[in-house]
């Protein structure tokens, strides 16, 4: 069985400011992790994935996550926000190599940049 | 670039028509999804499929129903549209990375 949580629903930020969007999953295997980024009127793209490599993943547009096994996070942040990154974050977890399983969105996080 | 394409992208039909949501990949990928959402919400999964012939519920009870004869092709279907079935409706496809590709959405309004 798979889970994601993302413990906030909206994050506001300033323009300049560092972007954190909080993420915690549990999984019975070893997971894959990714984050999505879905701007209004959109289909969802992938901004980053974890598989079994590095657990600093870089992605696009300058986001990066950490995978942490000890505390079954996967944080997406970013140094400074853009207006542009305002959008609907997701973070999804699937159990890796698993030919049945079918991946596990969260919720979503609403990233507002302020000017 | 994914090659997961959706038709129509914008719809306005009348309460009891039936109408197919179009879903085509081209990239032989055997896992697709159908996921509703509203805006600003969360992503339900209505239906998916992990390969030809292979089809199943997903979490969310939904009246479409869907069908998967060829390897690219994953359509839905609702045989009598009404205003509570007005959302967008996302269709993706998993390569065996487990990375998932969504097309752009086809947002339906029953009026």
């Known amino acids: 069985a798979q889970s994601v949580t993302q413990l906030d629903s909206h994050v506001s930020v300033s323009e300049g400011t560092p972007v954190l969007l909080r993420c915690n999953y549990s999984?019975?295997?070893?997971?894959?992790l990714f984050w999505y980024v879905q701007h209004p009127n959109k289909g969802l793209q992938l901004l980053l994935k974890?598989?079994?490599?590095?657990?600093l993943v870089k992605g696009i547009n300058g986001f990066e996550a950490e995978f942490k096994k000890s505390e079954t996070s996967f944080h997406l942040t970013k140094p400074s926000a853009h207006m542009s990154d305002a959008a609907e974050y997701f973070c999804?977890?699937?159990?890796?190599?698993?030919?049945?399983?079918?991946?596990?969105f969260g919720d979503g996080t609403t990233l507002t940049v302020k000017p | 670039e994914a090659d997961i394409y959706q038709t129509p992208r914008y719809l306005v039909i009348g309460t009891g028509k039936k109408i197919t949501l179009e879903c085509s990949q081209t990239?032989?990928?055997?896992?697709m999804y159908w996921y509703q959402q509203d805006p600003g919400m969360e992503l339900h999964l209505i239906h998916y499929?992990?390969?030809?012939?292979?089809?199943e519920k997903g979490d969310l009870s939904s009246e479409s129903t869907v069908s998967r004869i060829r390897t690219e092709h994953f359509p839905l279907t609702l045989e009598s549209a009404r205003p509570s079935h007005t959302s967008q409706y996302l269709c993706?496809?998993?390569?065996?990375?487990?990375?998932?590709?969504f097309g752009e959405g086809s947002w339906l309004t029953v009026v």
């Open positions: 999804v977890v699937s159990d890796r190599g698993t030919n049945a399983g079918k991946s596990t």
């Open positions: 993706a496809s998993e390569d065996r990375a487990n990375t998932i590709y």
């Open positions: 990239m032989g990928h055997d896992k």
């Open positions: 499929s992990y390969g030809v012939n292979s089809t």
């Open positions: 974890y598989t079994s490599a590095a657990t």
């Open positions: 999984s019975s295997y070893s997971p894959s």
